[in-house]
Nanobody, 120 residues
Framework: QVQLVESGGGLVQAGGSLRLSCAAS????????MGWFRQAPGKQRELVAR???????NYADSVKGRFTISRDNAKNTVYLQMNSLKPEDTAIYYC??????????????WGQGTQVTVSS
């Protein structure tokens, strides 16, 4: 019912910034709970950022103060602005969505992932 396509990943120097985009299909984008996961080499998949009720957001401790999730419902797009990047942020980043409510660790839909590599 929904397809997610990430873009914006790449190679960046430590301290730099990237903005990831997630374009979603469908005409009811605002009905979905959205967020971002990442998976680094040798580590489990981590929930990085998500929207909560009433327009709120929450973040993993490792990215608080550096990453910002936002959305543009008119464009059916979710963004992840990543600032002050560190080598430990290197991972494949996945956009995810659930049919209703707030995103959990078991989303209904996944994007294909986009690689972010931060060099020291």
């Amino acid at each position: 019912q929904v397809q997610l396509v990430e873009s914006g990943g790449g190679l960046v120097q430590a301290g730099g910034s990237l903005r990831l985009s997630c374009a979603a299909s469908g005409r009811t984008f605002s009905s979905y709970g959205m967020g971002w996961f990442r998976q680094a080499p040798g580590k489990q998949r981590e929930l990085v950022a998500r929207f909560t009720a009433f327009g709120g957001t929450n973040y993993a401790d490792s990215v608080k103060g550096r990453f910002t999730i936002s959305r543009d419902n008119a464009k059916n797009t979710v963004y992840l602005q990543m600032n002050s990047l560190k080598p430990e942020d290197t991972a494949i980043y996945y956009c995810a969505a659930t049919n209703r409510g707030v995103l959990t660790t078991s989303p209904d839909y996944w994007g294909q992932g986009t690689q972010v590599t931060v060099s020291s």
